[in-house]
């Protein structure tokens, strides 16, 4: 049993040596979910300045998609969209997409993408952008779906008074959808659509 590999350059590496990668790093996966719990923790720690902390927008806006009765790819993806902040602030949005893509509904995944242009709509005309950059997305079919997101529970999730759920009511959840099988097309499901409201 080895402990790691041979070769200090992947060319030169042996069969044995992949294998051990192999096991080594898919056991290394199963822990994707904590690593994330533990890095929405640290968002605490990225851009202040609101009324709450990134953390605490980050589960106003899933506690608000969950009192909205979504699925749980919408909570999760509500969760995780602004995950990006610390190391990817030019482009949380698409890093955050990157992270969901293998695991949630395309439809969740664009909209986590593109929700930054989205956003726009409520300040781009005070800090010199086009709040009307969205419209370059018109055509897509989440183009509502990422609207509705942005309005119900992006923008408006910045209420100190709300009773926002901790990160441990979501933790299962979380967990659940990063155990999925990757990429699985009966989760990805290309041009599906759920409400994300549900009455």
Known sequence: MIDRVSFTQMKDGTKEDYDFLTEHETAYTK????????????????????QITRLGHSLQSATRAERDRADTDWIVSALLHDIG??????????????ILRPFVREQCTWVVEKHGDFQLLYYGHHVGADPHKRDAYRDSPYFDDCAQFCERWDQASF????????????ADRVRAVFARTPYDPAIIRPGAREPLIST
């Open 31 to 50: 822990g994707t979910a904590d690593r994330l719990l533990t890095a929405l923790v640290s968002l605490d720690e990225s851009l202040s300045g609101y």
């Open 85 to 98: 902040d610390i190391f990817a602030p030019y482009n949380h949005d698409e890093y955050a997409a990157t």
């Open 159 to 170: 209420d100190p008074a709300y009773d926002t759920l901790p990160i441990e009511h979501f």
